[in-house]
């Protein structure tokens, strides 16, 4: 992977990174500290951990300005553009289990859709008109082909309100675009992300029962839950269990660095939309098989019946991002399931601090 940095002085870019202490937010403020950007995070802590931010200083050997910080709280946002001068934005911040969503669809309305309008309220108060949005495959709905190109449509079939979310933010920020040319946007579609820093020192630690499987996997494997439950078996798929593009956590940040580099650019303007994944899919039994072969723990597996939302298959064509952001996935799904192993076997209660 190779990414240029052309035209820009990182020591003068300040970035505020929404959902900073989150999953993916903390391993692309990594990314960032590491490659020289100034770094401001807000984030509410719903999903996330103060605990993660300080370990991102002792990876990276930088302090982290952090603020606690609900983006629909359009007050406390202002204060943050007031007394930093902020040139981009990264936007993590949000609810994201697709589960959750269908049976809770106006917490992710208001948390996913509002809290973003908010945010790009104040951003033009203050004439901060760049921002890389975290969006997601789900934009896409159910696949009317394979692999998923950045010109598949949108929002037709968006099975569950977490993809809806996504989706109608997208539109806003196009539409934002359209209507003022200053506004620079690139709307990162990534598919699933699992891994961990290959320090072990920061990971995805989900709150309550994982909604995404592979923190699930290895909350098994480390003894915190009896078995994993496969929802679905009867997918048209080679094995009957549902097929993503699984992406590892520190490839998808530096997919954020490489979109944070172009966008500011000069000569970069309007809209533009990249898929962040590997180009291929894995099966939940395919992971399981390969976290058992990188872990040496046995994952214990129930087939139960389907999740509301779910589709058969989904993966990425990730041609565009590897010719115009020069990026592409370097870690296979044994770097994915290792990274993860070392995170929970060395943080078997995640972020939580034993007493």
Request: hydrophobic residues 35%; proline residues 4%.
């Amino acid at each position: 992977m190779i990414v240029y940095f052309l035209y820009l002085d990182m020591s003068a870019a300040t970035i505020l990174v929404t959902g900073g202490a989150g999953y993916v937010g903390s391993h692309s403020v990594v990314q960032l500290l590491t490659q020289g950007f100034k770094v401001v995070v807000v984030d509410n802590l719903v999903n996330a951990s103060q605990e993660c931010l300080k370990r991102v200083e002792e990876i990276t050997g930088k302090e982290v300005i952090s603020i606690p910080v609900d983006l629909c709280d359009k007050d406390e946002l202002d204060n943050v553009f007031t007394k930093y001068k902020i040139n981009c934005v990264l936007h993590f911040a949000a609810l994201k289990a697709v589960g959750e969503s269908v049976s809770m669809p106006l917490n992710y309305y208001r948390n996913n859709v509002g809290g973003s309008i908010t945010l790009l309220e104040v951003m033009k108060a203050h004439n901060v008109k760049k921002m890389v949005y975290s969006s997601s495959a789900t934009v896409y709905g159910t696949p009317q082909k394979l692999p998923l190109t950045e010109d598949h449509p949108t929002g037709l079939g968006c099975t569950n309100p977490y993809g809806k979310s996504k989706h109608f933010v997208e539109e806003i920020l196009k539409d934002l675009v359209k209507s003022d040319d200053a506004w620079s946007v690139i709307s990162l579609r990534y598919f699933n992300p699992v891994g961990a820093h290959e320090s072990g020192k920061i990971g995805e630690d989900p709150k309550g029962i994982p909604n995404n499987i592979m923190p699930y996997i290895a909350q098994v494997a480390v003894g915190r839950r009896k078995d994993l439950k496969v929802f679905g078996n009867d997918y048209n798929t080679p094995d009957g269990t549902g097929v993503r593009d699984y992406v590892h956590i520190q490839d998808l940040a530096m997919g954020h660095v490489a979109a944070l580099t172009k966008i500011l650019t000069p000569n970069f303007s309007g809209w533009k939309v990249y898929n962040l994944g590997t180009g291929s899919g894995l099966s939940v039994l395919q992971l399981v098989k390969a976290f058992e072969v990188a872990s040496g723990q046995k994952v214990p597996y129930e087939i139960v019946g389907r999740r509301p939302g779910d589709i058969d298959a989904s993966y990425a064509d990730v041609s565009l991002a590897k010719k115009e952001l020069c990026w592409e996935a370097t870690k296979d799904v044994l770097d994915m399931c290792r990274d993860t192993w070392k995170w929970q076997s060395t943080n078997p209660n995640g972020y939580q601090v034993s007493k």
